[in-house]
């Protein structure tokens, strides 16, 4: 079964410093990905997605993830934390039909 | 604007008690989920339509009903029989079939008490 592994539970960075958040997935084929991040009490929203074209993918608030099919890898990355960007982030790999699955989350503390 | 709006946010339940969380989209989107969130988890598949007068169960059906008698409206009802109704319910919808984004509610509280 396809299952998406997210390696920290916990991230915690100081405001304006880089954050990496690490996700690999587990298809043989080359899959559509996603980051969502959730606010407290707030639903999913779409950071950014990947879907075959360019392996460096940009998405909203500065951050961006970089396809690597030798890695099985979707990191996603920001240059500077901000405050605001505290929040839990989901990598989502969507199966061969239109099942979403989800990793398990990570949670980014960011500190003064 | 359109989106998709989940109501009540908050809700409370007694055991034994059933309860149906609303959901409703102005997208026009064929597909509609209904996910359950748990503290240290990702999102758990409950129900899912694909089409008005058809929905399938997802990875953990027991407990809950669904229906899709109007495209734009997907209610999920949380019956007695569900063991451990407390949690955080998302509703999403997604255009055409090949499309790859999938939009989400804000998102409902249910609590038992």
């Known amino acids: 079964a396809q299952s998406v592994t997210q390696l920290d539970s916990h991230v915690s960075v100081s405001e304006g410093t880089p954050v990496l958040l690490r996700c690999n997935y587990s298809?043989?084929?080359?899959?559509?990905l996603f980051w969502y991040v959730q606010h407290p009490n707030k639903g999913l929203q779409l950071l950014l997605k990947?879907?075959?074209?360019?392996?460096l993918v940009k998405g909203i608030n500065g951050f961006e993830a970089e396809f690597k099919k030798s890695e099985t890898s979707f990191h996603l990355t920001k240059p500077s934390a901000h405050m605001s960007d505290a929040a839990e982030y989901f990598c989502v790999e969507r199966d061969s039909s239109y099942k979403l699955i989800f990793g398990s989350g990570t949670r980014l503390l960011v500190r003064p | 604007d359109g989106g998709i709006t989940q109501s009540p946010k908050y809700l409370f339940r007694k055991e034994g008690q059933n309860v149906t969380l609303s959901c409703e989209q102005n997208?026009?989107?064929?597909?509609m989920y209904w996910y359950r969130q748990d503290p240290g988890q990702g999102l758990r598949l409950i129900y899912y339509s694909q089409i008005v007068n058809d929905f399938q169960k997802g990875d953990i059906a027991e407990g809950y009903s669904v229906s899709r008698e109007k495209k734009e409206s997907f209610p999920l009802t949380v019956t007695s029989a569900q063991k451990n109704p407390t949690a955080f319910y998302l509703c999403a919808s997604k255009g055409d079939p090949s499309g790859n984004t999938i939009y989400f509610g804000e998102g409902s509280w249910l609590t038992v008490v």
């Open positions: 990947y879907t075959s074209a360019a392996t």
């Open positions: 298809s043989s084929y080359s899959p559509s």
């Open positions: 997208l026009n989107h064929d597909a």
